[in-house]
């Protein structure tokens, strides 16, 4: 099987995980098998498992080679320990304003699904908050000198509709706010409620600090490997094989919310991606569910607004009005978007008209191509 | 009338964010600002402080794994501890020693 990512990179992703089938090649890379694993262990995310790697003996090192490692794992732990710093006074700001939170991704998927959070890198910070209290949480933070990065079409928008926004903080930090877990169609059929029903916390500099529960998390890891980038990174297949295969997870409850957040293909794609890219073996029931599964006529089309990499953000907006429930909301979701306010406007289109132009071509091209 | 004085103990603050790396401790309290590494005996010293220790306490605790004489490793020790204090890393402690 041909796979997108470098043999050592997926060696190196794999390392430590329970059955995989990825071993490291005998004797030490040779200088463009290294070159290019540096490179991937950057995009991917990956310098906590090749610290791992170096430290366990499973990648034959020279003494040169191992500072280099060492020099990204810090690098990339200043950067974890600098924005859980930023979590900290953020979850600060938003509890003063009484907004209910759960961190998501990398943060908490480091500290409650790993046996170190040291091995898993991330690069920023993802909450999710309440679809009544997101307006709130956007004031609250603003007042408290965070900078919203993209206005939305209009008052209410992201609240009713939108997967959620980035917000800046005083130090230059991104914090991404959401809403649900995905934008378009599959963010839509999600039913918030049930990433609320159960929780967990991790501890954090004192601090109790909540998360989704095991069962939501690993919905949501597979969310973002699945519908995230065409090419998912190797860190979040990672994720998604952690949780599969160390932690006990109610697979009953996963397959419940799965279908009823219309979220078997997004599911099931990314368990597959994830087995295949650690060539683990079909044993695991949800594996050989997911590799076994035919995603429908529906699922293939809303599929492929994600997957496909030619695809844009009105594509995926396009999509998502089948997803909005009842008619008033779609004609408000409609609306917002084919007329939103100037300030939306300011700095990406040169006018409503251009605006118009430009939406029907994403959506109208994809069907065009052959 | 009072008893003899109890010894002053250190302990690691609650508001540190820490990673174990290849060469150490990579920490960063909270509300000092500056993050630094601890490698070699200020990672074992930093792990002794996990829990209650006063200056002799955590100096014994070493030198059980290092050579040299306790006088010496006690000012070693010394220093760092004041040095961690000052960065908010450890903290003063009321609890029970070891």
Known sequence: MNHP????????????????????????????AWAELVVSVKRQRLAGLLALAVADGAVEVDAARAEQVAALHRTAMVKAVVLERALLTTTDVLGHAGVDLRVLKGTAVAHLDYPDPAQR????VDLLVRAEQFDAAIEALRAGGYERLFPEPRPGFQRRFGKGNCMVTPEHHEIDL???LAMG????????????ANGATFRLAGQDVPALAGEERFLHACFHASLGDPIPRLSVLRDVAQMLLTRPLDLDRVRRRSAAWRADAVIARAVAL??????????????????????????????????????????KSFAALRAIPGLPAKAAYLRALAFPDRSYLAGRHESRLHRWTRGLTQVVRPRIRP | MSGPARPVRYVQSERVLSRRTLHGILVLPID???????????????????????????????????EGPLADVVADVTPVVADLVRRRALVRSDGPGP
């Not at chain 1, 990512?5 to 463009?32: I, K, N, S």
């Not at chain 1, 089309?301 to 953000?313: E, G, K, N, W």
């Not at chain 2, 402080?49 to 100096?59: Q, V, Y």
């Open chain 1, 5 to 32: 990512w470098p043999p050592l990179a997926r060696a190196v992703a794999a390392h430590g995980l329970p059955g995989h089938g990825v071993p490291f090649p005998a004797g030490a890379p040779d200088g463009t």
């Open chain 1, 121 to 124: 890198c991330f690069g920023d």
């Open chain 1, 274 to 315: 994830a087995g295949d890219a650690f060539a683990l073996q079909a044993t695991e029931p949800l594996l050989a569910w997911a590799r076994a599964y035919e995603p429908d006529g529906r699922e293939r089309q809303a599929m492929a607004v994600y997957t496909d990499p030619h695809q844009t953000y009105a594509a």
């Open chain 2, 32 to 66: 000092h600002g500056e993050f630094f590494d601890l490698t070699g005996t200020g990672e074992v010293l930093w792990d002794v402080l996990a829990e209650p220790r006063s200056i002799a306490e955590a100096a014994s605790a070493l030198h059980v794994r290092f």
């Open chain 1, 185 to 196: 169609p599959f963010g839509l059929t999600i039913v918030l409620d049930d990433l609320w």
């Open chain 1, 178 to 180: 959401h809403r649900t």
